[in-house]
T-cell receptor, first 113, second 117 residues
């Protein structure tokens, strides 16, 4: 069965610094991977998704993620953090394009002025 | 399009009471799902459905029932509420991808905040 781990339940970065949020997955087949963001008291919004077309995926708001099969990882990065990036970030995996989607526990990102 | 709608937004129940959380989508999505969100646990899948008449269990199905009689609606039933079911519940829907590798993201409703006392 597929699963997701996210190292670091809380990450703090200074404004303008690199953002790195870690995601590792377990899947018996090549997975479909997603990153979602949740702002305080709001629902979830898709940041980006990996569907095997390219290993480096660009998303909204300057975020990108790289799929590394050998490391079973799909880490999320942004070169320069902005105050508005403070939110909860969730990595998710699906083993097929028509199957259930399993989420990781999330990482809360704080941005320090 | 209204997208994914959920009712009610807030609900307080006493232990042992039953209720149904409503979820509807107007995007003709085949796939619908229910998650609960708890601090430090992320979103955990309760039940999901890949089409009308088809449902399956997720990671934490105990204490919850679902049915899918139409494409649009996917209600979640709590038969006998327990304090452990205090949570925020999200419904989501998506198109199901094809075997050509296409995949589609889930669209989430605004959530229902449930407290069981």
């Amino acid at each position: 069965a597929q699963s997701v781990t996210q190292l670091g339940s809380h990450v703090s970065v200074s404004e303008g610094a690199l953002v790195l949020l870690r995601c590792n997955y377990s899947s018996s087949v090549p997975p479909y991977l997603f990153w979602y963001v949740q702002y305080p008291n709001q629902g979830l919004q898709l940041l980006l998704k990996y569907t095997s077309a390219a290993t480096l995926v660009k998303g909204i708001n300057g975020f990108e993620a790289e799929f590394k099969k050998s490391e079973t990882s799909f880490h999320l990065t942004k070169p320069s953090a902005h105050m508005s990036d403070a939110a909860e970030y969730f990595c998710a995996v699906s083993e097929t394009s028509y199957d259930k989607v399993i989420f990781g526990p999330g990482t809360s990102l704080s941005v320090i002025p | 399009n209204a997208g994914v709608t959920q009712t009610p937004k807030f609900q307080v129940l006493k232990t042992g009471q039953s209720m149904t959380l409503q979820c509807a989508q107007d995007m003709n999505h085949e796939y619908m799902s229910w998650y609960r969100q708890d601090p430090g646990m992320g979103l955990r899948l309760i039940h999901y459905s890949v089409g009308a008449g088809i449902t399956d269990q997720g990671e934490v199905p105990n204490g919850y029932n679902v049915s899918r009689s139409t494409t649009e609606d996917f209600p979640l039933r709590l038969l006998s509420a327990a304090p452990s079911q205090t949570s925020v519940y999200f419904c989501a829907s998506r198109n199901m991808g094809g075997r050509d590798g296409s995949s589609y993201e889930q669209y989430f409703g605004p959530g229902t905040r449930l407290t069981v006392t």
